[in-house]
Every structure is written in C-alpha cells, then in structure tokens.
C-alpha cells in the first residue's frame, strides 16, 4: 500500500515515522525527503558532512528489504545525525575546524549499536570547535541559528545536533556532552536532551574533552524518543576503559508517575537569571506544573554542586582536553577560534600536584551531593539561566558562556544522569528548558517525571508546527 500523505508535512517523531511506515511510507522515499529538508537549508551551517546521496538509497533499500524479514528492529528506518567530534569509518571528522580534519578509520560504539538497530546515519553535525563552548557560535567556518530567531545562539557544543532535531530534520541525533552540551542546546531549541550516567552509554570513538566523565546525549523530540535509543546505546564496551561493567541502568525502573513526590530545587540564594525576568518566570512556571502533578519543592544547598562546576575549565581537569587538542590550539592555524584556544591552553598552568588536589576535592563533593539527593526524586534547575544574541556572545564570549554552564557545569563531573525538557516558550517566543537530575544509574527514574512535565508543558515539537504525540501523552 503505498503512503498517501504528504511526506513534507510529516513529523520525525518514533511514532509518526512508525506510523507513516505501518501506512505504506518507504525507507528510499523518506531519504530523500530528508536530504530535500537538508538542501533547504543548506546555507544554514547545520551540517558539516552529508553522506553521499546514493549511499543514502543503498540503505534505504537495505531497510526496505529488512522491514519485510526482520521489522522488530528497534530504530528501523529511523533518521540520525551525529556531532562532527564522534567518528565514522570513511567519513571526514573536523571537530569544528578544518586544519585539524582527517578520515576516520574507525567507527564509534553508539554509531555502530545505532546502525545494527536499523538507524539511518545522515551525517555529521556543525558544533562549537573542539566541543568547547555552550553557545554554538564557536565555529569559524560558520555557525547555525537558533530556529527561534536567528539573532541567538543555538546553544553549544552540539549546536547543529539539536537544531537538526528541532528543524525536523531527523529523528534523532548524537551529540557530546562535557559540561552541558546536550542540555544547554536542548533548552534553546525546544527538544529534549538525554545525558545518560558516565559510563553507562560508550565515548568509544568520540574525541575527548574530560575523557573520565564525558558522555553520549541523545537528541529528540520527545522523552520516549530518548530512552528508546538509549535502550539501543547503553551497555559495556571493553573498548572504552570508564564503561561500566554490568550496569543496567533501567533497574528498579519506574514506569509511572508517583501520586506524591519530594524533588529538590537550589535555595533562593543560588537561584540566578543573570537578570533576566522572562526566564525566570518560566522556572517558576515549571516548578508550578510538577506541584500540580503532585510534587513538592525542596529548597537545598546547592554549593557543592556550584563548586564541582567550576572544575570544569578552572582547574587541571582542563588538562584532558588538552591531551586531545593541546597541539592544534597551541599552532598558528588560523581557524582555531581565539576562545577555545584561550579555554585549552589554559591547562599549562596547573601542575601534577594541582590534578590531585582536584581529584579529591571532587570525591568528596560527590559523596555529599550524593547524601544530599538521596531522599528526592530528582534536582530540578533551570537547564539555561538565560539566552544570549550572537552579537551579545560575540562581544564577550568567556563570560557569557560560563553563564550558560551555570546549571550544567558540575553534572558529569559528580557522575549524575539528567534530562533537559523543554519548559514552554517565553513571551517574547524563545524556548526554555528545565533539567531534572539525579545519581549514578538513576537514568530511567527519571522518565515518568520527564514525559508528565512535558506532557503538561504541551506546544509544538522543537521549531516544528507538530504537536506531542498520543504515546507520549498516554504514558504521563
């Protein structure tokens, strides 16, 4: 039976492409409308590397041809991308700069789970240079918009990763996340970030910034979306040395909300807007919503959380990623963006003693924020204080990103999972996202929560003009 509807009004969502395929849609016809959606905007920077066309049909027709033998494959048919730090054997990887591209001869853990789940690898992502920034506008060779309103930032590192799923460009997409990369672009852009617990998800073939406690977030447009590819992602690989061995993170799952809930919030004192009223108004509208869904807001210290933030580019941790990237940054290439090369070398100042300060210093706050979430169901923060224009950005750009890190900063280094959801569209039309955190191994609890609040925040998916689908609605 062939498709009849009209294919470029269709969502990406699972369970619209689910649908449109149990309805007659082909694989080779939906390829091609997203490389049409891609071509519409191919002035937008939102990609970096798109595979060749009639590789695309070749596994188009290859998932044809295995939705007639095997079509319980858990991503079949599915469209992703992935950020230009993650490789892919035979695919250019640049990391936001050109001096530093080279062919990858080796394919990333998650690439591989995605595709033998019957994923549609697009392509590569455009994203802050070297994964140092949270404003995506760190790329010289030209930086993508915020769908919203394209005088803002679209949020960073995975910048291009989170405006494709937001565009409706695909379904999902891979990104990195060091210190909020797939939270801080899934509040700008209205969709949901997934970070998964280190370790839970492998960063084989990824390039690292903090090897020790980067993750592998995944971008869409609902919260099932996210967990059902992280049910594909997740799982041990000898080949990452911080994966976890036998960690299921879906143990003592819970598959619905609660009647009752204690979740904690930073106190008044650690609240900040950096000024800004209308973003504020929508935290506190988040922190409305779960009160009616039965929550109760506990104010707690948030110190120890705002001290394991600073960590992450002010102090040795910094030395990781200049494991990966100190030689380019310390080079006279002129596509490296003055700000990440600022952030990297940075590093040369800390000594062996400095690192181990650190490390301890680190441990110890994870065993009090780990005594301190032990009896809420989650943390909820704003997952941005704010957004920024890029003129703003452009003008002070250290600043205004660590701003943007505020709420985010200090969650991989203290190993906790979290989720960013969208919280509904300012007054003046930008979109807004709160995050709900918890400990280590922790992911899955926070489902029913994440899909109930986005369930009450209602809207459009991402930039698009489709709303939440009946699934997602049903499950809060």
Not at 31 to 56: C, F, G, M, P
Not at 141 to 170: L, M, W
Not at 278 to 305: H, Y
């Amino acid at each position: 039976m062939p498709f009849s509807s009209d294919i470029t009004t269709l969502s990406l969502d699972f369970h619209s492409l689910r649908q449109a395929y149990a309805n007659g849609l082909t694989a080779t016809a939906l390829v091609q409308e997203v490389v049409r959606r891609i071509n519409a905007k191919q002035n937008s920077y939102i990609w970096t590397h798109v595979v060749d066309l009639e590789d695309l049909l070749q596994r188009a027709r290859d998932i044809d041809r295995i939705r007639t033998q095997s079509p319980t494959l858990p991503l079949l048919g599915l469209p992703y991308g992935v950020k230009d730090n993650i490789d892919v054997t035979g695919i250019p990887t640049t990391a936001g700069c050109n001096s530093f591209s080279y062919i990858s001869e080796r394919t990333a853990t998650v690439v591989t789970k995605l595709h033998e789940a019957g994923g549609i690898l697009i392509g590569k992502q455009n994203m802050d240079q070297f994964a140092t920034g949270l404003v995506g506008i760190r790329s010289p060779h030209g930086y993508c918009r915020n769908p919203f309103d394209e005088r803002y930032i679209p949020g960073g590192s995975s910048s291009g990763s989170a405006v494709a799923v937001s565009t409706g460009q695909v379904s999902f997409s891979i990104g990195s996340d060091t210190g909020g990369s797939g939270r801080v672009p899934a509040a700008l852009n209205n969709i949901i970030g997934l970070k998964p617990t280190p370790g839970v998800a492998s960063t084989y073939g990824f390039l690292y910034c903090n090897r020790s406690f980067d993750v592998a977030p995944i971008f869409a447009l609902e919260a099932d979306d996210a967990y059902d590819v992280l049910d594909t992602i997740k799982g041990y690989d000898e080949r990452d040395i911080y994966s976890k061995v036998s960690v299921d993170a879906s143990k003592d799952m819970a598959e619905r909300l609660p009647s009752t809930f204690q979740f904690a919030v930073p106190s008044q004192k650690d609240l900040t807007f950096f000024g800004d009223d209308l973003a504020q108004a929508q935290f506190t509208n988040a922190v409305e919503r779960l009160k009616v869904l039965g929550g109760v807001p506990i104010e707690i210290d948030f110190a120890a959380f705002l001290e394991a933030g600073t960590m992450v580019f002010n102090s040795p941790l910094i030395a990781e990623r200049w494991l990966t990237y100190g030689d380019i940054a310390a080079s006279n290439a002129e596509d490296v963006h003055p700000s990440v090369r600022q952030a990297i070398l940075a590093a040369e100042k800390y000594s062996a003693a400095d690192t181990f300060r650190v490390q301890y210093r680190l441990q110890e706050l994870k065993k009090e924020v780990n005594r301190l979430l032990a009896k809420y169901a989650f943390l909820l923060v704003p997952t941005t204080g704010t957004v920024y224009r890029c003129d703003e950005v452009e003008a002070n750009p250290i600043q205004l990103n660590s701003h943007l890190g505020y709420y985010t900063y200090f969650a991989n280094p203290l190993g906790l999972c979290g989720i960013s959801v969208p919280s509904g569209l300012r007054k003046d039309g930008l979109p807004t996202g709160v995050s709900l955190l918890s400990t280590a191994f922790n992911d899955y609890r926070l489902r029913p929560y994440a899909i109930a609040l986005h369930a009450s925040v209602g809207g459009y998916l991402g930039a698009t003009t489709h709303g939440l689908n009946t699934r997602q609605k049903d499950a809060a």
